[in-house]
């Protein structure tokens, strides 16, 4: 696609319930980030993937969290169990490499609100 | 640990003004240095990559400029308009790869 695309855009859900976040990265981009911004917050990394493996996932909070990527594509965060403090915007990038060097393009973010 | 700063944390101008947004980092072996903007609600658009070897990128009535041996980039507006409100990032890559390390964000409102 032309861009990073990520859904749903909004999501409110009870605590403890399940949720899965998509990200769909540009086109031919083997790299692919998974960031999150808490209100009041700066951004925050979760995890790093290269192709389908995640050679960084230093960034996840719990284990309530995970992600998987699938075909060297699409990805998808899953929190289980959801908290209130699990409220924030999640966003999603992608570079064509996995290198220091490349532009890293982000998607437009997932707001969720736990109630 | 590469650690990023912005100043100011917010900035208010008139419309026309021409302004500057500081960035520092406090490890000065980076590959490269981003600028981003944030619309209230939004995710990040990329402004500006200002690669190590290079001193200066510019992209309309924006211009980034970097010194890496004093950990400083800056991000000069000129002739600021509303439409520029938004809160500015700046971010390097840390690890190896692209994970980036992200300023807190400079707030910008302009006013007609």
């Known amino acids: 696609g032309a861009g990073v695309s990520q859904s749903p855009s909004n999501k409110v859900t009870e605590k403890g319930k399940d949720v899965e976040l998509r990200c769909d990265p540009i086109s031919g981009h083997t790299a692919l980030y998974w960031y999150r911004q808490s209100l009041g917050q700066g951004l925050e990394f979760l995890i790093y993937?290269?192709?389908?493996?995640?050679?960084?996932k230093s960034g996840l909070p719990s284990d309530r969290f995970s992600a998987e990527r699938t075909g060297g594509s699409v990805s998808t965060l899953t929190i289980q169990r959801t908290q209130q403090e699990d409220s924030a915007v999640y966003l999603c990038a992608s570079s064509l490499e996995s290198g220091p060097h490349t532009e890293a393009f982000f998607g437009q973010g997932t707001r969720l609100t736990v109630v | 640990k590469q650690e990023v700063t912005q100043i100011p944390a917010a900035l208010s101008v008139p419309e026309g003004e021409n302004l500057v947004l500081n960035c520092s980092f406090t490890?000065?072996?980076?590959?490269?240095l981003q600028w981003f903007r944030q619309d209230p609600g939004k995710g990040l658009t990329s402004l500006l990559l200002?690669?190590?070897?290079?001193r200066e990128q510019t992209s309309g009535r924006l211009n980034a400029s970097l010194d890496k041996s004093s950990g400083r980039s800056t991000l000069y507006i000129a002739a600021s308009q509303p439409g520029d409100s938004a809160t500015y990032l700046c971010?390097?890559?840390?690890?190896?790869?692209?994970?980036?390390?992200f300023g807190a964000g400079t707030r910008l409102a302009v006013h007609p």
């Open positions: 490890d000065s072996a980076i590959y490269n």
């Open positions: 200002i690669q190590s070897s290079q």
């Open positions: 993937f290269q192709g389908n493996s995640a050679p960084d």
């Open positions: 971010a390097v890559p840390s690890g190896g790869y692209n994970k980036l390390i």
